[in-house]
């Protein structure tokens, strides 16, 4: 075989890491669950986003673990299914499956805020980064109630766990991905701030 054609199919099977990826993630399980168990149209409950902790404030405590729990495995799955063809196809299922979580194509490209799916992504790459993510978020969160600060603060830790896991590679794609939850988390930011953010468990 000729370089030309190994790098060309190199690039396929990238683009179909991302591709697949994308349509994982891009599964708003939150929005389909509450719908399909009468919780009402989660866009127009609390902060209207479609993850577990705008599900929570359904008072549905079941819905918002299932959330949770399925946001995460679409962020792991396909990662876990692609790095069988290589690091870097593993690494284009984690980017599509975030941007299809924050960009879903069937909700006019408005999503959720990608925490769930971040750290399913991270898992997918190397459960050690996602350990260290739910540490961090758990003591954030038991320590100030505030979901949105802990993820932040979480986010921060995993591009640095990998970079102490000698994964250079994943690690620029870490930052690239915590740049995007924190710009999906802008007005969270500003509530933290301002001091009128909505505590886990408060119901919109």
């Not at 060309?8 to 994982?24: K, P, R, S, W």
């Not at 299809?100 to 006019?108: I, R």
Request: hydrophobic share 55%.
């Amino acid at each position: 075989m000729s370089i030309a054609f190994l790098s060309e199919m190199a690039a396929a099977t990238i683009l179909l890491a991302l591709v697949f990826g994308y349509v994982c993630g891009s599964i708003p399980f939150g929005l389909v669950l509450t719908k399909l168990f009468g919780a009402g149209d989660l866009r127009s409950i609390g902060s209207g986003n479609i993850g577990a902790t705008n599900v929570l404030r359904t008072g549905r405590k079941d819905l918002a673990a299932a959330t949770l729990l399925l946001d995460a495995l679409k962020g792991a799955l396909p990662v876990l299914v692609a790095g069988r063809f290589g690091a870097e196809a593993g690494m284009a299922a984690a980017c599509g499956a975030f941007l299809g979580h924050l960009f879903p194509a069937w909700l006019k490209f408005r999503g959720g805020k990608g925490v769930a799916t971040f750290l399913g992504a991270t898992l997918g790459l190397d459960w050690r980064a996602a350990v260290a993510f739910a540490i961090v978020w758990l003591v954030v969160a038991l320590v100030s109630k505030y979901s949105s600060l802990a993820a932040l603060t979480a986010s921060l830790a995993t591009p640095v766990m990998f970079i102490l896991l000698g994964r250079a590679d994943y690690a620029a794609l870490g930052v690239a991905l915590v740049a995007m939850l924190w710009w999906k988390h802008r007005e969270n930011i500003a509530r933290l701030r301002a001091g009128t953010e909505s505590r886990i468990g408060q119901r919109g």
